[in-house]
Antibody
Framework: EVQLLESGGGLIQPGGSLRLSCAASGFTFSSYTMNWVRQAPGKGLEWVSAISAGGGSTHYADSVKGRFTISRDDSKNTLHLQMNSLRAEDTALYYC?????????????WGRGTMVTVSS | DIQMTQFPSTLSASVGDRVTITCRASQSISGWLAWYQQKPGKAPKLLIYEASNLESGVPSRFSGSGSGTDFTLTISSLQPDDFATYYCQQYNSYSLTFGGGTKVEIK
């Protein structure tokens, strides 16, 4: 079964750091661009970051650029998001999502998400 | 960044109705548009990619059309399972962006 399972969320104070992980199974992880997408409580979807197959190219939303770092470990089929200098507005459910097999970044597989709450 | 404007934000409809949701891009995105369905407490589900391609396993009552800046998602005959929030997303260029969502409610 194709599956993505996020972990690492929690309650963190403003200015703190957190590292999210996403464990992939059921597909050839190393062949796909992977993404993080977040959703603040009661709000819409916001794409956060992407990393290409092989890890040679990364992209970030302006709202997280310079604070978040995406990475992948293809030997462990795992995607990571290192989040530093966290702000209240980073509070959200964070999903990892896989690109479709065809060209482009539509997302055909999503995890269940991990909740990040930034509050003092 | 490319802005995606979705309308209406809320739509009230009955089972059996034909429903159309519109998404407009602030600049041309060719056909690089996806549609998702999200139910409360669940992850989004891909319905349509490349503007008009139906994702495997998605019922044929869903269809997508458009290119350039104007796109539509149509549900030909609304079913009870279709009451949800729908999002469009452009992937013509980074930063990838989503529309604000359309909540389809029971009339």
């Amino acid at each position: 079964e194709v599956q993505l399972l996020e972990s690492g969320g929690g309650l963190i104070q403003p200015g703190g750091s957190l590292r999210l992980s996403c464990a992939a199974s059921g597909f050839t992880f190393s062949s796909y661009t992977m993404n993080w997408v977040r959703q603040a409580p009661g709000k819409g979807l916001e794409w956060v970051s992407a990393i290409s197959a092989g890890g040679g190219s990364t992209h970030y939303a302006d709202s997280v650029k310079g604070r978040f770092t995406i990475s992948r470990d293809d030997s462990k089929n795992t995607l990571h998001l290192q989040m530093n200098s966290l702000r209240a507005e980073d509070t959200a459910l964070y999903y990892c999502a896989k690109d479709v097999p065809t060209w482009g970044s539509a997302f055909d597989i999503w995890g269940r998400g991990t909740m990040v709450t930034v509050s003092s | 960044d490319i802005q995606m404007t979705q309308f209406p934000s809320t739509l009230s409809a009955s089972v059996g109705d034909r429903v159309t949701i519109t998404c407009r891009a602030s600049q041309s995105i060719s056909g690089w548009l996806a549609w998702y369905q999200q139910k409360p407490g669940k992850a989004p589900k891909l319905l349509i990619y490349e503007a008009s391609n139906l994702e495997s396993g998605v019922p044929s009552r869903f269809s997508g059309s458009g290119s350039g800046t104007d796109f539509t998602l149509t549900i030909s005959s609304l079913q009870p399972d279709d009451f949800a929030t729908y999002y469009c997303q452009q992937y013509n260029s980074y930063s990838l962006t989503f529309g604000g969502g359309t909540k389809v409610e029971i009339k």
